[in-house]
């Protein structure tokens, strides 16, 4: 059962989501479940950011690149991106005991500091079919273990050669499939209930808050310096995660 503590904790986490989010583009089911995680445990966090996510990556895929350019290039790894997400899901679910919380810090700092570092070159070998559903496949597992949706994904999508546009768009894709995978995969489990659901429904409160707010900073203030921020910020929860587990 959620405590009015940690459901108040879990709101101020839901909404700084957000607004990241609103201002970068990016962050919001890591931030929503490396920092629940701080509060509730994986599975319980996985659940309650999945509506919120579910709904702000259906937006961010509708207004950004060319949906069918997008599916037909990247098909193989954005099916190889969800398949493996139940037997993630299952290892946290059936074998707790493994440092799951060790394995979501290492994710978060290696994404962070592969953004910061800005490896994004295009890699001409990248869209061959091996390629992309090795890659696919590991972000899958990564997805059901830490549901961290962007360890290896958003590395192989930048090495694809993608527009700026394309690329938003097939993040949001990749986004959105992977926290309908985990959902499906907790509800199969049994980890849903009715509270948990109306829970993360009700997240979605705090996150377009953030939203909003996030999209009036974006406007406001230098987003460059406000990622280069975050993503700093992100690194040293990374490395937090990982010493306390």
Known sequence: MLTTHSLVLLALIFFAGGLVKGTVGFGLPTIGIGLGALVVDIPTAMLLISV????????????????RTVVRRLWVFMLAAVWLIPLGVAA????????????????ILLYSLWTLWGKDRVLPWAQKPGVAFVAGSVN????????????PGVMYLRAVGLSKSDLLGAMGLLYLLSALGMLGSLWMMGKTTMALSQASLAACIPVAAGLVLGTLIQKRLSEALFKRLFLWA???LGLVLMVTG
């Not at 919120?52 to 949906?67: C, H, K, R, Y």
């Not at 005991?97 to 994710?107: E, I, N, V």
């Not at 899958?140 to 360890?151: D, E, I, R, Y």
């Open 52 to 67: 919120p996510t579910i709904a702000t990556n259906v937006w961010q895929m509708w207004v950004n690149g060319d949906l």
């Open 92 to 107: 946290i679910v059936y074998v707790p005991a493994m440092p799951y919380g060790r394995l979501l810090g290492l994710t």
């Open 140 to 151: 899958a597992v990564l997805t059901g273990m830490t549901g961290c949706f962007s360890v």
């Open 234 to 236: 992100f690194a040293v």
